[in-house]
């Protein structure tokens, strides 16, 4: 049972560097997210995707991009990574009606440095 | 757009005494409303949901969670406290439906018991 699977765990980048930040999902789920979380800011949405080949920005896109590369993959690229963007990022799919109570099923995260 | 506000950052309590973890939300349509709990170092783990079904929605650990229209509001609430309770919790508003939805999370309440 992967769920979502999340890579790297870790991270420390230096200014101005990019990376991507991959993730996957065994369960067949239409629906995937992007979250950043900080201390005291709770969970904030970055990206999230309906289906392969859409995404629509959340509430903190700016300096990210994703790729819903097929129905299992979205991934999410940090072209010019800045200090501000240091964080622990998370992957999460949703489960598609009653049955999976339409929860979102999160990744173990990524914690990002940026210096 | 949606947005969810949960009032108190920190909230501490007395073991065996009542929980009460408030959240108000805003949607310009019904919405889904989720509750979430992170333990220390860990993933976020689903506790209730509320769906347009039942306004009291029970969740797990004893939590259970009353959805006022009137009010906006989607109180967390625990008739008794316990020290295995103590980990942050995030209230999050959606949209249902087979389509994706931003899926906002509020910025968390640390929930701490005293002895």
């Known amino acids: 049972n992967a769920g979502v699977t999340q890579t790297p765990k870790f991270q420390v980048l230096k200014t101005g560097q990019s990376m991507t930040l991959q993730c996957a999902q065994d369960?067949?789920?239409?629906?995937m997210y992007w979250y950043r979380q900080d201390p005291g800011m709770g969970l904030r949405l970055i990206y999230y995707?309906?289906?392969?080949?859409?995404?629509d920005k959340g509430e903190v896109p700016n300096g990210y991009n994703v790729s819903r590369l097929n129905k299992r993959e979205f991934s999410l690229r940090l072209e010019s990574a800045a200090p501000s963007q240091t964080s622990v990022y998370f992957c999460?799919?949703?489960?598609?009606?009653?049955?999976?109570?339409?929860?979102?099923?999160f990744g173990s995260g990524t914690q990002l440095s940026v210096l | 757009a949606q947005s969810v506000t949960q009032l108190g950052s920190h909230v501490s309590v007395s073991e065996g005494a009542l929980v009460l973890l408030r959240c108000n939300y805003s949607s310009s349509v019904p919405p889904y409303l989720f509750w979430y709990v992170q333990y220390p170092n860990q993933g976020l783990q689903l506790l209730l949901k509320y769906t347009s079904a039942a306004t009291l929605v029970k969740g797990i650990n004893g939590f259970e969670a009353e959805f006022k229209k009137s009010e906006t509001s989607f109180h967390l609430t625990k008739p008794s406290a316990h020290m295995s309770d103590a980990a942050e919790y995030f209230c999050?508003?959606?949209?249902?439906?087979?389509?994706?939805?931003?899926?906002?999370f509020g910025s968390g309440t640390r929930l701490s018991i005293r002895p």
């Open positions: 995707s309906a289906s392969e080949g859409t995404t």
């Open positions: 999050a508003v959606g949209k249902g439906g087979s389509s994706a939805s931003k899926i906002i």
């Open positions: 999460a799919s949703r489960g598609d009606g009653p049955a999976t109570n339409e929860k979102l099923f």
């Open positions: 369960m067949n789920h239409n629906s």
